[in-house]
Nanobody, 127 residues
Framework: QVQLVESGGGSVQAGGSLRLSCVAS?????????MGWFRQAPGKEREAVAA???????NYGDSVKGRFAISKDNAKNTLYLQMNSLKPEDTAMYSC????????????????????WGQGTQVTVSS
């Protein structure tokens, strides 16, 4: 069974940076897969943060464009989310997701597109 394990969350002041990691179990190939990062704050709906296709195409949520970057490390079978210029409104639980069947070039942004989810890592940004 595919497992996704996130790490890298924490507490940071506004303007700071964090890098989230999502390690996939061997049953899922990050290099051949399409994956995404989502976040959910208390009382709010799950929000798409960033997505990446099998061949490296990316999509970002409007609120994080220009500040966040999604990437893959194929050798480590790991997905990353580099978060810069963090704002208090970025505070949320961040989860990575992976999709079983990927159309070439498609970076999916709906939670319902994904088959596998990690447990999440908390990011807290203070002002």
């Amino acid at each position: 069974q595919v497992q996704l394990v996130e790490s890298g969350g924490g507490s940071v002041q506004a303007g700071g940076s964090l890098r989230l990691s999502c390690v996939a179990s061997t049953e899922y190939s990050v290099s051949r897969g399409c994956m995404g990062w989502f976040r959910q704050a208390p009382g709010k709906e799950r929000e798409a943060v960033a997505a990446i296709s099998t061949d490296g195409n990316t999509n970002y949520g409007d609120s994080v464009k220009g500040r966040f970057a999604i990437s893959k490390d194929n050798a480590k079978n790991t997905l990353y989310l580099q978060m810069n210029s963090l704002k208090p409104e970025d505070t949320a639980m961040y989860s990575c997701a992976a999709k079983s069947l990927c159309a070439f070039g498609s970076a999916y942004q709906r939670p319902s597109d994904y088959n596998y989810w990690g447990q999440g890592t908390q990011v807290t940004v203070s002002s």
